[in-house]
Structure formats: structure tokens, C-alpha cells
């Protein structure tokens, strides 16, 4: 059974930082491309990041692109997300997904596991 938890939400102040992490279990981590996407009170889940299977490719959304940083540690099956700079527009439930791919796609449809979210909330 593959399980994704995300972790290191919380509340911060609009230019503040924060770290998530996505730690994964079930399958062979370093094998698959993983994604970051977030979902803000009223809207569609949209892409945020998206790393391939050995961490030599990432593409990022234009909203964060210059901001956030995805990366990722296949001895660990860990994924994370460093997130600089954020505005209040980033606030949302932030999602690990894993790819069944090598390289990574920027629609949910690319993604096969999901995990639970973490929130993040930007005060402004």
C-alpha cells in the first residue's frame, strides 16, 4: 500500500518561509517522478512543482516560480518543498502526489498517489 504524508504547514507572515516535506512508503520512491499541488478554499487543486524520478528535472507554475524551490532525497523517500518569499495568494492545502512516470506532469491526471495535505496559511 504506497502512502504519502505531507508535513511542515503551518501559519506565517506574508515574506516568511516555510519547509514541506512529503515522506512516502509502498513503493520504490526513486523510481517515479513527484509533484506539489495546492487547492485554496473554493477552487480547483492547481500544480505547483513537479520533480523528475532522479531530481534532475523540475518545473514550476508561474506564480512561484523564482520563489519555491521542490527537491528531493530518494535515499530517504523524502520530498520537499521550500517555499520563500510567500504571499497570501499561496495560501491553501498543499499536496504530495506521485508520478507513475519518470518525468513529472503538471496535471493531477499525471499522479496516481495523493497524500492527506498539509495546510499552509499566509497572514498578510
Known amino acids: 500500500q504506497v502512502q504519502l504524508v505531507e508535513s511542515g504547514g503551518g501559519l506565517v507572515q506574508a515574506g516568511g518561509s516555510l519547509r514541506l516535506s512529503c515522506t512516502t512508503s509502498?513503493?520504490?520512491?526513486?523510481?517515479?517522478?513527484m509533484g506539489w499541488f495546492r487547492q485554496a478554499p473554493g477552487k480547483e487543486r492547481e500544480f505547483v512543482a513537479t520533480i523528475s524520478w532522479s531530481g534532475a528535472s523540475t518545473i514550476y507554475a508561474d506564480s512561484v516560480a523564482g520563489r519555491f524551490t521542490i527537491s528531493r532525497d530518494n535515499a530517504k523517500s523524502t520530498l520537499y518543498l521550500q517555499m520563500n518569499s510567500l504571499k497570501f495568494e499561496d495560501t491553501g492545502v498543499y499536496f504530495c502526489?506521485?508520478?507513475?512516470?519518470?518525468?513529472?506532469?503538471?496535471?493531477?491526471?499525471?499522479?496516481?498517489?495523493w497524500g492527506q495535505g498539509t495546510q499552509v496559511t499566509v497572514s498578510s
Open positions: 509502498g513503493r520504490t520512491f526513486g523510481l517515479y517522478a
Open positions: 502526489a506521485g508520478s507513475m512516470l519518470i518525468i513529472g506532469e503538471r496535471t493531477t491526471d499525471g499522479y496516481r498517489y
